[in-house]
């Protein structure tokens, strides 16, 4: 493929539109919205809206007529269609190790008589810390499998399997439906980290139990925009959450002194929402409107199919790619490694190719359906090859000067 090809694709791409949606600076290629989502325009408007107009002017009377309250739902709903969820289903407050914690504190709660939480070693460190605590409280075994090993690591004492559905690192996926069966065939729940794959492509949440995500990735809330939280209809009323605040009773405005949770979704409610940072991810959501999810997976597939072809014809001898060849078990999502990763990235970043590294060698890049394009993917290759030539760059971690061979 050349330059021209790519623009021919982009020129056919159903998608390229919404490039225009973002705020993107000119002459940069940003392959990192898989750790910070890029700027939506309707952003800046309505969060100033928000500040302006609504808490300048009707201070306090916002909750009501601006209904503040029920910001938190509405904006789950909108994600609900992302992840194949009922809109009741889904609730946006705190922060994906806050909600993960929830979830998995509740979980341990429904099956009382189960000893072991089954989760692998690709998982986010966050995703393993949380675990992990929440199973010395409980005194129960946390099984941390290899990814390849985990259907294999759950029987019948499984009280929980919980697991991202992309690896952070390699951007390989999960077969949600699968593991979710193997799940409930032993009677375990699931719950799914949705951080790298939601607003990637096309998610189900199917037969899940319980899923967390993020809002500031893929879905481009904002630095800390906070995370969505989703309950299966039928384990609503049997949630517990193991954090007891008044947005979490039935009714918090009456201040009674013992606690009684609130029907459905509202229950994984603790405290009082953050409502400038909903209303930046509620305008980010726009991004989204109209937008048919099986095409972003399609755009998505072709990104990554493009980068990694690319990468393997003109670099193979140099870099190794270590993301899934099989579009249907890879997130939107290309990872490298070779042992100067470090500085390859910063390498990249200084010729306006964003992209980020993971210890110990890891180049990753992210391909964010709804902004990046064809020809994006053709010059970040571009890129790359100039900074494989062999020329000198510095290594800023070690403070050498280093030959990439």
């Known amino acids: 493929m050349d330059r021209a090809e790519a623009e021919q694709r982009d020129a056919a791409d159903p998608l390229f539109p919404l490039r225009d949606r973002f705020l993107l600076p000119d002459g940069l290629i940003y392959l990192d919205g898989n750790s910070l989502g890029a700027l939506p325009a309707a952003v800046p408007e309505r969060v100033a809206r928000t500040v302006t107009e609504e808490?300048?002017?009707?201070?306090?009377?916002?909750?009501?007529?601006?209904?503040?309250?029920?910001?938190?739902?509405?904006?789950?709903?909108?994600?609900?269609?992302?992840?194949?969820?009922?809109?009741?289903?889904?609730?946006?407050?705190?922060?994906?190790?806050?909600?993960?914690?929830?979830?998995?504190?509740?979980?341990?709660?429904?099956?009382?008589?189960?000893?072991?939480?089954?989760?692998?070693?690709?998982?986010?460190?966050?995703?393993?810390?949380?675990?992990?605590?929440?199973?010395?409280?409980?005194g129960l075994e946390l099984v941390v499998a290899e990814p390849g090993d985990v259907l294999a690591s759950i029987d019948g004492d499984s009280a929980l399997v919980?697991?991202?559905?992309v690896d952070y690192r390699t951007g390989d996926r999960y077969d949600m439906g699968i593991v979710t069966e193997a799940a409930h065939r032993a009677g375990a729940l699931v719950l799914w980290d949705l951080a790298h794959s939601a607003g990637a492509f096309s998610v189900a949440v199917g037969d899940a139990d319980l899923a967390v995500g993020c809002g500031y990735k893929y879905l481009n809330g904002g630095p800390g925009a906070p995370s969505f939280i989703y309950v299966a209809p039928h384990l609503q009323e049997r949630f517990d959450n193991p954090i007891r605040g008044w947005f979490g009773h039935a009714r918090p405005f009456a201040f009674d002194v013992e606690f009684e949770p609130v029907a459905g979704i509202d229950r994984t409610r603790v405290g009082t929402p953050h409502i400038l940072s909903l209303a930046a991810l509620d305008a980010a959501l726009d991004a989204f409107e109209g937008v048919d999810m099986g095409a972003v997976t399609e755009k998505s597939q072709e990104l990554t199919s493009l980068f990694m072809d690319l990468v393997e014809s003109r670099l193979g001898r140099y870099l190794t790619i270590v993301t899934n060849g099989d579009p249907e078990r890879r997130g939107s999502q290309v990872s490298l490694t070779h042992p100067q990763a470090f500085s390859i990235v910063s390498a990249l970043i200084e010729r306006g190719v964003i992209g980020d590294f993971r210890e110990p060698d890891v180049a990753r890049f992210g391909f964010a359906p709804l902004y990046v394009r064809h020809v994006d993917a053709y010059d970040a290759v571009e890129a790359l090859v100039r900074v494989m030539s062999g020329r000198e760059f510095e290594d800023p971690r070690h403070a050498v000067r280093r030959v990439v061979t």
């Open 55 to 138: 808490w300048g002017v009707d201070l306090i009377r916002a909750w009501n007529a601006r209904d503040w309250v029920g910001l938190p739902r509405r904006v789950g709903a909108r994600i609900a269609r992302l992840i194949g969820a009922d809109p009741d289903s889904v609730m946006v407050c705190d922060s994906t190790s806050v909600n993960l914690f929830k979830l998995a504190s509740a979980a341990i709660g429904m099956r009382p008589s189960r000893r072991k939480i089954v989760t692998d070693a690709g998982n986010f460190p966050t995703d393993l810390y949380i675990l992990a605590g929440v199973a010395e409280r409980h």
């Open 162 to 165: 919980a697991l991202t559905q």
